[in-house]
């Protein structure tokens, strides 16, 4: 591994004070009992960097602003450059192969966006979002009309942003799904790109990808749709908000659905960990595919605390985060969607997961399952 490949592992080794902050509520490192410091002087299998979660939550509170979470990161590039670990047995999970599992849900269950603008040029383009894209389709059309009353001809993007490949390890094939995204947005000639997923936003946001297109969130996009005082009609509910990964580092999307719940009435009581301390849910850095036991305990402490805090319902701001959570096998706490309750559209997310696995089963599964694995890696 080259010197620069290093950096987070040779800046922990030098700088990290073994203070124990960043373990906290962390599963890689509690299970690992070894500090980062140790983790980085010793060195990390690569069996221990797809245990993490790529959360990020250890960088978010470590005093130092030190990174464990990058060091995990590159460690993964580096067993699948070294082929410590065979990658294309994930080939399930690329976005940028021809069939996808979401593709093949979409084509399954007949889910179409005929009627929407997914090719004329237009100013504005709205991007759910892969997951939102394909598991909810009602609720994406749902957002489009209304964005549509304030946004013209607005163009409904079905890209992906390319972050499940760097999570993956596989950092050249995320670049090049986000240039196309890049270069389509480009010729379409977008100027406003408005978008649910926290994943996606920040991963166009953190480089700067769109010079000259303004990035917005669906929720600053919807701010004068959604309704004061909604929820003054009689519900008793309490609400929490799960905050995502990648919003932990600026708090766009917590503070904006947190004044949009609450101009609407929603009381909402705080987890223990929320905001830059929240807990991941489990799909963060694909943990359901290389630690599926870790990514289950992520989802039931998510309900513990939101039962702790005294919570009915807990709400989520994005949609892998609603499925995974919302998988859980829990009647004390209900998951939806912020959008379910902010555009009041409800769905059901234990059919969606049903629906998802179902698809696979028998032989007509087995004939899917073929097609998903037989295109070339
Ligand atoms: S929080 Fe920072 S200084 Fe403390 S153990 Fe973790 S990496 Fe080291
Ligand atoms: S990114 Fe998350 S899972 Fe990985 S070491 Fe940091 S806190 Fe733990």
New binding site residues.
Partial sequence: MVEKDRKWAMEIGQRCVECGN?AES????TDLKKCPKTLALRGISWQEAYG????????AVCNLGLS??RM?EQRRVEAVKNKEIDVNEYRYLFPDRPVTVMSLFREFYGIDYAGLNMSVPSETAFLPGCTMFTYSPELTKKVYAALAKDYRNPILLDDCCGLPMYQIGLPARGDKIKERLKTKVTDLGVKRLIVACPNCYYQLKKENLFRGVELVTVYEALHNYFVPNRASNGSSEIYTVHDSCPDRFEGIFAQQVRAALEQAGYPLAEMKHNRQNSI?CGSS?QLEHFRPEWSKEHHLQNLDEAAAAGADVLLAYCQACVLNIGDVADRRVKVKHVLNLLLEFEEDYKEIKQMASEMFLGEQGFDLYIKLLEEPV
């Fill in positions: 960043c962390c599963r890689l490192l993490c979660a790529l959360c990020g939550k250890c960088e464990p979470f995990f991941c850095g």
